[in-house]
């Protein structure tokens, strides 16, 4: 926007070229596009078309130093980014391109910028940079009335076999369905990536604390769960007992996670009394959350209902079967 003659385009064409970027669906970047403050929308008579502008719009040549200029640019691509975060690499490859100035020039600006942190991601050399109060805005859009939806749609319109962005979305459904399940701030889906085997594994954390909801008392108080670990699959079938045998290994390294996980697989799990069997003479618990069951979580936190009695629910089934 800011390059844009005039700081405005339709809002068709920016959100073609934000697609370029980001795997986000159309109509995920049209619902993010209305509620960004700083973004003024601008009917066309006669038309249904609509302008997109920023608001106050100003000559960027009266921010003179370079400087400016990369704070600028580097408050704008985090502002765009999906949870307000970017791996810094990513980062510093765009403001190169944009600014044309040293990589250890870029790097000192964005090290003195008090908004933004770097954060290191466990067992990997990469780090990311995201906007510090990235969680407050996480809550201000999860708390929209058409986000649910917006959620639901993605969760449907998204292939099997996208492993990163089916990722995302499950991390999205998670903030928004236990953001006020717990009593703490900021709260915060917590993410970490490990290797075993060789394979890439990404899964998500939510701190037990001080939780408002007896299902989640009972798991920290009787069975030691102090972390809610969550697995996130997005596999074409569903899935087998081999396929996570070894993601789930690193239960028994982590006894704040009192082998306890979750399993987000898309298309369910194809032998649950396999699962069982396996799992029950270690004492471990494994439920499995599928697609239709992340859809009927949202529905939940919609009605004003709590989505943890679904997990609940899955809990005493899986309890019932040992």
């Keep these: 926007m800011d390059a844009a003659p005039g700081k405005q385009m339709p809002m068709a064409d920016l959100i073609r070229l934000v697609q370029k970027q980001f795997d986000n669906s159309e109509q995920s970047l ?3 596009i209305m509620r960004m403050t700083s973004i003024e929308l601008i009917s066309v008579p006669n038309s249904r078309r609509k302008i997109c502008r920023l608001q106050g719009a100003v000559d960027s040549s009266r921010f003179g130093t370079l400087r400016d200029r990369v704070n600028k640019s580097v408050y704008a691509i985090l502002e765009a980014s999906p949870n307000k975060q970017i791996l810094l690499d990513e980062l510093l490859k765009r403001l190169i391109k944009e600014h044309h100035c040293p990589k250890h020039t870029l790097y000192h600006y964005i090290a003195d910028l008090d908004s933004v942190e770097r954060v290191k991601i466990p067992n990997s050399p990469a780090k990311l940079c995201r906007l510090k109060e990235a969680h407050v805005l996480g809550a201000i859009i999860s708390d929209a009335p058409n986000y649910p939806d917006e959620l639901i749609q993605q969760i449907r319109d998204l292939p099997t076999g996208d492993g990163k962005v089916y990722e995302g979305i499950v991390k999205n459904i998670l903030e928004y369905c236990f953001r006020w399940e717990f009593d703490f701030t900021p709260f915060e889906v917590q993410e970490q990536v490990v290797t075993c085997n060789s394979k890439r594994i990404r899964d998500f954390i939510i701190d037990n604390r001080n939780p408002k909801m007896e299902f989640w008392r009972d798991l920290k108080y009787v069975r030691k769960v102090e972390k809610i670990l969550f697995d996130a ?6 899935i087998v007992y081999a396929e996570i045998a070894s993601t ?3 239960l ?9 996980i979750i399993i ?14 396996a799992y029950s003479d270690h004492d471990e618990i494994v439920l499995f959350l599928n697609g239709e069951d992340l859809i009927a979580m949202l529905n939940l936190k919609r009605e004003g209902k709590s989505p943890t009695s679904l997990i609940d629910q899955k809990y005493h089934e899986f309890l019932g079967h040992k």
């Excluded at 699959?233 to 569903?238: A, D, E, L, T």
């Excluded at 987000?264 to 069997?277: A, M, N, Q, T």
């Design 30 to 32: 049209h619902g993010y």
């Design 233 to 238: 699959k997005n596999y074409q079938n569903p």
């Design 248 to 250: 789930i290994r690193y």
């Design 252 to 260: 028994h390294r982590n006894k704040a996670l009192g082998n306890f």
């Design 264 to 277: 987000v697989s898309r298309r369910g799990v194809k032998d649950l009394e396999e699962f069982i069997e």
